[in-house]
């Protein structure tokens, strides 16, 4: 079968690239090993700054002038893509490879980055760690830090009040990023930067702002879940539980394998380089000198695009649809007819090919590996399975996508669907709470590293039109 041929393929790309990646990283894990057991984070974080501050400095005086690429009409009208014009340090995105978190793999990470239990999935807490330091943590550092967080997690009375004016039916993203902005008012950066603070301190209450942050908006997200499907019945945070475990608790849900699943999903989805609509969105107006708060609430209202984190809500549905009009034990011949039924209303298959991304997407494969442990018999688990056959070379056929592959969105949706949580209107909001980490560790930086307010320049079709007739 194609897609038991396409799995052996990508295990083989994957081999290589860890070998690789071992050898790369050598460096990197004598570092690990021999790193101070501080379980302080933020005095980790203090200590490397300057190194950052002074290598950046140097980077510029040394390479400022050199072109890192020529932009063409086909960027300036395709959404600049291609272009290359962020400084995003926590994850690169390798058309091929997939994301790389501070260098590491996915596969790198569930083995490196220390688990709730052994052989379990990584623990969020420990991805905020090395986006941060660029360092693997210990266990007892990243116990350390979930504690901190469980510490940050109150919410005062008006957040909540905020998002009750709002109707229950307003859809989740909204009442979330209402909650996001009301829990501004308690900005320690506003503050900071009203008594006069100097530039060279901005990362430090920029700092607090984003631990609080990332700390109080999995509490926010599950009363959210709580307030529209489950009677306003709030179930208090367990200070037993780590971070991905404390929101499935939250959200009412205490299967341990749906505390594993959280914790996977919250680490895999937590960034994704910084051009992305959210992450981009953060970085604009967080260079602003916008607050964490009022960064991510804006990254948050990007997010909830269709063509952006909606999609995860868009797949379920549409393979629940499949499942309605086909029945579960669909031939493929019946997929490949719905599939080109889809195409040919002037839809999209969702799940299915992403910006940059020109190989099938690690995140989707940690999932789906995670599903082969956890319900192999699953009937929409063996859908998503006979998609991955089907819908690449359809895509392909088509000859108008550059990546017929399925991305992130295309598995996740059928985990949480399995596991109790089938509100998929819901979805984007766990996509949101796991955002949170990976773009707050960058404006941490982006405040310590100085980096300045965005201004790229915009032209007019008419002036497009008078500088290609002059040069050609």
């Known amino acids: 079968m194609v897609f038991f041929r396409s799995v052996s393929l990508l295990s083989k790309l994957r081999s290589r690239v860890a070998q690789q990646s071992s050898l790369d990283n050598s460096v990197r894990w004598l570092q690990v090993q021999s790193s101070s057991s501080d379980l302080d984070l933020h005095s980790q974080l203090k200590e490397l700054i300057p190194e950052q501050q002074e290598r950046l400095k140097k980077l510029k005086a040394e390479h400022g002038k050199v072109q890192l690429g020529n932009i063409t009409v086909d960027m300036v009208l395709g959404g600049m893509r291609g272009m290359t014009g962020l400084l995003w340090e926590t994850s690169l995105l390798d058309p091929d490879e997939g994301i790389r978190f501070r260098g590491l793999s996915i596969p790198e990470c569930q083995k490196l980055l220390p688990a709730a239990k052994p052989d379990g999935e990584p623990l969020p ?30 919410i005062p009375d008006h957040v909540y009040k905020a998002i009750d004016a709002l109707p229950a039916t307003a859809h989740p993203m909204t009442q979330f990023a209402t909650g996001v902005m009301a829990l501004q008012v308690e900005s320690e950066f506003q503050k900071a930067y009203e008594k006069g603070i100097h530039k060279s301190k901005y990362w430090e209450p920029t700092y607090e702002d984003s631990l609080s942050l990332i700390a109080q908006v999995p509490v926010v997200a599950a009363y959210v879940y709580r307030r529209i499907y489950k009677d306003g019945q709030i179930i208090p945070m367990d200070d037993s539980l780590d971070y991905g475990g404390n929101f499935s608790h939250m959200l009412g849900f205490e299967s341990p394998q749906m505390q594993e699943l959280m914790r996977l999903y919250v680490t895999i989805h937590s960034d994704h380089e910084g051009g992305n609509v959210s992450a981009h969105t953060g970085h604009l107006v967080a260079s602003a000198l916008s607050d964490p708060y009022l960064s991510f609430a804006a990254a948050l209202n990007g997010l909830a695009g269709p063509l952006h984190g909606l999609a995860n809500q868009e797949v379920l549905l549409w393979i629940k649809s499949v499942v309605a009009e086909c029945g579960e034990n669909i031939t493929t011949e019946q997929l490949k007819d719905y599939v080109w039924k889809t195409l040919n209303s002037g839809k999209v298959v969702p799940g299915f090919g992403h910006g940059v991304l020109r190989k099938t997407d690690p995140r989707y494969t940690c999932q789906r590996e995670f599903a082969l442990k956890h319900l192999p018999d699953n009937p929409l688990f063996q859908l998503v399975s006979k998609l991955y056959e089907v819908v690449p070379p359809i895509l392909t056929e088509l000859g108008k996508v550059k990546n017929p592959w399925p991305n992130v969105d295309a598995h996740s949706g059928v985990l949480l669907n399995y596991f109790g949580l089938t509100e998929a209107r819901y979805y984007t909001v766990l996509f949101g709470v796991s955002r949170s980490i990976g773009i707050c560790s960058q404006l941490i930086w982006d405040r310590a590293l100085g980096l300045p307010l965005e201004r790229p320049k915009s032209v007019t079709m008419d002036w497009l039109e008078k500088y290609c007739k002059k040069a050609a």
């Open 125 to 154: 807490e420990g991805l905020l760690w090395l986006l941060l330091t660029g360092k693997v943590p210990n266990k007892e550092q990243v116990d350390a830090l979930s504690k901190e967080l469980r510490s940050r997690a109150t």
